[in-house]
Every structure is written in structure tokens, then in C-alpha cells.
């Protein structure tokens, strides 16, 4: 296990060598921070090369990269070109809020993905079954700012018109001091999370649980006598839980990465947000050190799937 997991972290710093070098080529040529100077008035072009040898654009693109990458290495993102501000600090500050959201919605998430997939398998082409297939369908289907819009406009809009208590559509919450005020404001951002990624989670184990129901071990176990229910959650669902693992696994980094639409329809200031806003300036410290976390997020949690492989389903070995 020792051997396999040492193996798979230096695989890691070598796929993370090349998605760093892929997004900083791309981020540099997306857009162009000095875009903003062009046209400036009163801004000569000794002024505007000043700008350049300050941010370090003067510089070839590998020597850009190399010096960032170092850097990186020494837990310094450089600093924003914008706000002047460590680009760990602005993460830093982002980052709880992206996570409070976000492990509250995939919680959820699971949780009702699990309700909602053992009862669709196990009543299959039922009205239940029918019913469920359809919401998923529905819910699978539509756009998450569509979902966002609407929630928006009925709980919000219609209910303060009717006179009904309303739910808020948005504001920077910052204080986790009040985790009433936090609560109330995450409703309507985890509900549209929930809606979106429910559909796909609870169909996926739908077919897993219906597959494993199918073969041999399922059947030598009901002949034994055993009850439906221990059939069903001691045999079926352990093995029909390892595509889903999967799956979680590599959402779970993304949760770092936060919920562009959703964090900016409803003003969460979250790393979504981060990203975007910096993005369309082209500060590409902070573009960089957002991708550079989700990237390696999203490596390292493979690995950490891998090994959980071996817990849930003992057949499974890593060599």
C-alpha cells in the first residue's frame, strides 16, 4: 500500500507539472492585463512599460513560468496586479465561504441521492419509480441558472409580494458569527445545487443498485434466506457504491473551486466569484493560484479514491 501510494504521488507532481504548465499558457493568452492601459489618458508608453517590467510581463513565458512555479513550490502565488494583495490572502478569504457552501450541498447531496436511488432500484417501474425518474429528468435537464432564476422568483419575489416569509437572493455574508443569518442566506444557492446534481447522483445509482441486484452473489445470498433488507444493504449497495465513490471523488475537489454560475446569480462571495472576477481583468496570479488549488485537488483525491476502493470492497487490492 506504502509503495503503490508513494508511486501514484509522484505521478501526481508530474501530471500537476503539466495542467500548471497548460493553464498558464492558456491564462496568458486568454487576455492581456495591459489591456486596461491602452487607451488611458495621460499614460505615456515609457509609462506603460513600467507597468510591464513591474509584473514581470517583459519576460519570455517559460521564464514567467518557472519563476511562478518556484515560487508556488514556496507557498508564494505572487500578489494580484490588481489589488495588490497576496494572492493567498484573497484564496484565504474566499476559501471557508466556497466550503461552507459546498460541503453543506454535497451532504446533502449524497444523502438524498442515496434516499432517492435505493427507492427508485428497489421499486423499479413502479408509480414511485416513475415519479422519481421524471423529477430527475426534469431537474437533469434544466440549466442551473434557469433553476436559480426561478427558485429566485418564487421564493423570493413572490412570497415578499404575497406577504409570505421570503427567502434572500443574494448579499456578501461574511460573518460566521451569525450562523442564522449564514443559514438562511444558503438556502436558496444549496437548493439549486441540490436539484442540479441530485438528478444525475440518484439515476447513476439507480443503474448501479439494478446491475448488482442482477448477478449471482445476490441471488446465492437470498437463497440463504436472508432478509431483503440486509440483501440489499450489506450485499448490493456496498458494491453498487463504488462507481458512485467515484464520482463523489472527483466533485469533492471541484468544491474548492466553488460554483461560478450559482456564487454569481446569488453574490456569494465565494471562489467562483474569485475566479471570475479576476479573471475577465486577466490577473493571472490569481486565475493561476485558483487553478493550481482545484488542480491539485482534484490529482490527490483520486488517489485518496483509489485507497478507499480497499476499504469498502475488501476484493479489491492495490499493488
Same mark, same amino acid.
Given at each position: 500500500?506504502?509503495?503503490?501510494?508513494?508511486?501514484?504521488?509522484?505521478?501526481?507532481?508530474?501530471?500537476?507539472?503539466?495542467?500548471?504548465?497548460?493553464?498558464?499558457?492558456?491564462?496568458?493568452? /486568454?487576455?492581456?492585463?495591459?489591456?486596461? *492601459?491602452?487607451?488611458?489618458?495621460?499614460?505615456?508608453?515609457?509609462?506603460?512599460?513600467?507597468?510591464?517590467?513591474?509584473?514581470?510581463?517583459?519576460?519570455?513565458?517559460?521564464?514567467? $513560468?518557472?519563476?511562478?512555479?518556484?515560487?508556488?513550490?514556496?507557498?508564494?502565488? +505572487?500578489?494580484?496586479?490588481?489589488?495588490?494583495?497576496?494572492?493567498?490572502? %484573497?484564496?484565504?478569504?474566499?476559501?471557508?465561504?466556497?466550503?461552507?457552501?459546498?460541503?453543506? /450541498?454535497?451532504?446533502?447531496?449524497?444523502?438524498?441521492?442515496?434516499?432517492?436511488?435505493?427507492?427508485?432500484?428497489?421499486?423499479?417501474?413502479?408509480?414511485?419509480?416513475?415519479?422519481?425518474?421524471?423529477?430527475?429528468?426534469?431537474?437533469?435537464?434544466?440549466?442551473?441558472?434557469?433553476?436559480?432564476?426561478?427558485?429566485?422568483?418564487? @421564493?423570493?419575489?413572490?412570497?415578499?409580494? !404575497?406577504?409570505?416569509? $421570503?427567502?434572500?437572493?443574494?448579499?456578501?455574508? !461574511?460573518?460566521? &458569527?451569525?450562523?442564522?443569518? %449564514?443559514?438562511?442566506?444558503?438556502?436558496?444557492?444549496?437548493?439549486?445545487?441540490?436539484?442540479?446534481?441530485?438528478?444525475? $447522483?440518484?439515476?447513476?445509482?439507480? /443503474?448501479?443498485?439494478?446491475?448488482?441486484? &442482477?448477478?449471482?452473489?445476490?441471488?446465492?445470498?437470498?437463497?440463504?434466506?436472508?432478509?431483503?433488507?440486509?440483501?440489499?444493504?450489506?450485499?448490493? @449497495?456496498?458494491?453498487?457504491?463504488?462507481?458512485?465513490?467515484?464520482?463523489?471523488?472527483?466533485?469533492?475537489?471541484?468544491?474548492? +473551486? +466553488?460554483?461560478?454560475?450559482?456564487?454569481?446569480?446569488?453574490? !456569494?462571495? +465565494?471562489?467562483?466569484?474569485?475566479?471570475?472576477? *479576476?479573471?475577465?481583468?486577466?490577473?493571472?496570479?490569481?486565475?493561476?493560484?485558483?487553478?493550481?488549488?482545484? /488542480?491539485?485537488?482534484?490529482?490527490?483525491?483520486?488517489?485518496?479514491?483509489?485507497?478507499?476502493?480497499?476499504?469498502?470492497?475488501?476484493?479489491?487490492?492495490?499493488?
Amino acid at each position: 500500500m506504502s509503495a503503490y501510494i508513494l508511486r501514484r504521488l509522484v505521478q501526481a507532481l508530474v501530471v500537476l507539472f503539466f495542467i500548471t504548465a497548460v493553464c498558464f499558457l492558456l491564462t496568458h493568452y /486568454s487576455s492581456d492585463p495591459m489591456a486596461q *492601459y491602452a487607451n488611458k489618458q495621460g499614460m505615456t508608453e515609457a509609462d506603460r512599460q513600467a507597468i510591464r517590467l513591474r509584473l514581470g510581463l517583459d519576460q519570455p513565458l517559460p521564464v514567467q $513560468y518557472v519563476s511562478w512555479l518556484t515560487l508556488a513550490f514556496q507557498g508564494n502565488l +505572487g500578489n494580484s496586479f490588481f489589488s495588490h494583495q497576496p494572492v493567498l490572502l %484573497l484564496i484565504s478569504q474566499r476559501l471557508p465561504m466556497t466550503l461552507v457552501l459546498m460541503i453543506t /450541498s454535497e451532504i446533502l447531496i449524497i444523502a438524498v441521492s442515496l434516499v432517492l436511488g435505493i427507492i427508485s432500484a428497489v421499486k423499479q417501474y413502479s408509480l414511485t419509480d416513475n415519479i422519481i425518474t421524471s423529477f430527475s429528468f426534469i431537474g437533469f435537464s434544466m440549466p442551473i441558472f434557469f433553476i436559480a432564476l426561478g427558485l429566485m422568483q418564487v @421564493l423570493a419575489v413572490q412570497f415578499k409580494e !404575497w406577504g409570505w416569509p $421570503y427567502l434572500p437572493t443574494g448579499g456578501d455574508v !461574511w460573518d460566521f &458569527g451569525d450562523p442564522l443569518a %449564514l443559514a438562511w442566506h444558503m438556502v436558496l444557492p444549496v437548493t439549486c445545487l441540490i436539484i442540479i446534481t441530485v438528478a444525475g $447522483y440518484s439515476r447513476f445509482l439507480r /443503474s448501479s443498485i439494478l446491475e448488482v441486484l &442482477g448477478l449471482d452473489y445476490i441471488r446465492t445470498a437470498r437463497a440463504k434466506g436472508l432478509e431483503e433488507r440486509a440483501v440489499l444493504f450489506k450485499h448490493a @449497495l456496498r458494491n453498487a457504491a463504488l462507481p458512485l465513490i467515484t464520482i463523489i471523488g472527483l466533485d469533492i475537489p471541484a468544491l474548492l +473551486g +466553488g460554483a461560478l454560475v450559482t456564487e454569481s446569480i446569488f453574490a !456569494w462571495p +465565494g471562489m467562483g466569484r474569485l475566479f471570475w472576477e *479576476y479573471a475577465q481583468k486577466g490577473d493571472f496570479p490569481v486565475v493561476n493560484g485558483t487553478l493550481l488549488l482545484t /488542480s491539485s485537488a482534484v490529482v490527490f483525491f483520486t488517489i485518496i479514491v483509489d485507497v478507499a476502493y480497499t476499504l469498502i470492497d475488501p476484493r479489491i487490492r492495490l499493488n
